[in-house]
């Protein structure tokens, strides 16, 4: 399917309503499982790929170029949307429009910009800034302006509830609607009536609530989220935080036993090629061959 396809689709199934449950992917075979399960859409995160990429914190240190490296990887793996995380879009309004431009040509179906300052930090971590509400606007102005699909999605982030208040953060959120921002995104907003409250106020355009295990959001079922309205309920790094307790579980047997089998605490080797999608490469070998 032709990215504008999926595209076109991503928008239709957010209009007509009903939360979307949204997997974190920090690599191309953690989309694959997140599509092998059936899940409608899937979120690059940039916290997941500076831990994963990088293995540093979500301080502001992976760049462009690897996030679009990582987005046509992640595209090549899966027909699904892919909502990319571009933090806060590398520097200025010029910058973001780059960004855009980039980004949707590497397959990507959203682009997620916030308003942080340059260089910017964890959403659930201490001692982050926003830029002034003029600087935010102009962000999310060139994002609209840049896309070519008309149904390439802006997500629009404040991290306003941390410094100037939920109020402060909703009035953000309706100025980033005033410049063409589809999707609004309040981060760690810490109350389950802030939470009720932002698709009450921000009516008409679809919202996105961040879960962030062990994070600063209180963790709410998805059912009750679906009813209170969201149209984006993302797990941004469940798959990463999955991957590294078992990366610890089977590396401590191994250590311990010094030997692993597939009675452990691993995915077997037929699942693991069937991930990768291992029969449909052979039979393109086979068919290659016979010719």
């Known amino acids: 399917?032709?990215?504008?396809?999926?595209?076109?689709?991503?928008?239709?199934?957010?209009?007509?309503?009903?939360?979307?449950?949204?997997?974190?992917?920090a690599n191309a075979l953690a989309a694959r499982v997140i599509d092998q399960l059936g899940f409608e859409a899937v979120y690059i995160s940039g916290a997941g790929l500076t831990n994963t990429y990088l293995g540093m914190p979500d301080l502001g240190f992976i760049s462009l170029p690897e996030i679009a490296q990582h987005t046509s990887t992640v595209r090549n793996a899966t027909e699904l949307p892919i909502v990319v995380d571009a933090d806060t879009g590398f520097g200025n309004a010029l910058n973001v429009h780059h960004t855009v431009r980039t980004l949707e040509r590497a397959g990507a179906?959203?682009?997620?910009?916030?308003?942080?300052?340059?260089p910017k930090r964890c959403g659930h971590f201490s001692g982050?800034?926003?830029?002034?509400l003029i600087e935010a606007r102009s962000r999310i102005k060139a994002a609209a302006d840049a896309r070519i699909d008309p149904n390439f999605l802006i997500v629009a982030r404040t991290d306003a509830c941390a410094?100037?208040?939920?109020?402060?953060?909703?009035?953000?959120?309706?100025?980033?609607?005033?410049?063409?921002?589809?999707?609004?995104?309040?981060?760690?907003p810490r109350s389950?009536?802030?939470?009720?409250?932002?698709?009450?106020?921000?009516?008409?355009t679809p919202q996105?609530?961040?879960?962030?295990?062990?994070?600063?959001?209180?963790?709410?079922?998805?059912?009750?989220?679906d009813e209170m309205g969201f149209g984006l309920v993302l797990y941004a790094n469940v798959a990463l935080q999955g991957a590294l307790k078992g990366m610890h579980d089977a590396l401590s047997l191994l250590k311990t036993d010094g030997r692993m089998d597939e009675s452990g605490p691993v995915a077997s080797f037929e699942v693991r090629q069937n991930a990768v999608r291992k029969d449909e490469y052979d039979r393109m070998e086979k068919d290659y061959a016979d010719k």
């Open 109 to 118: 179906s959203a682009i997620q910009l916030e308003d942080q300052l340059n």
């Open 208 to 225: 996105l609530i961040n879960l962030v295990v062990g994070g600063k959001t209180p963790i709410i079922d998805f059912a009750e989220l």
């Open 1 to 25: 399917m032709m990215n504008h396809e999926i595209n076109k689709a991503f928008r239709a199934r957010l209009e007509r309503g009903g939360a979307v449950l949204m997997p974190g992917a």
């Open 163 to 188: 410094t100037h208040g939920f109020d402060a953060a909703i009035e953000r959120a309706e100025a980033f609607i005033e410049e063409g921002a589809d999707i609004t995104f309040i981060e760690a």
């Open 128 to 132: 982050k800034d926003v830029v002034d």
């Open 192 to 204: 389950i009536e802030n939470i009720r409250d932002i698709p009450k106020r921000l009516e008409g």
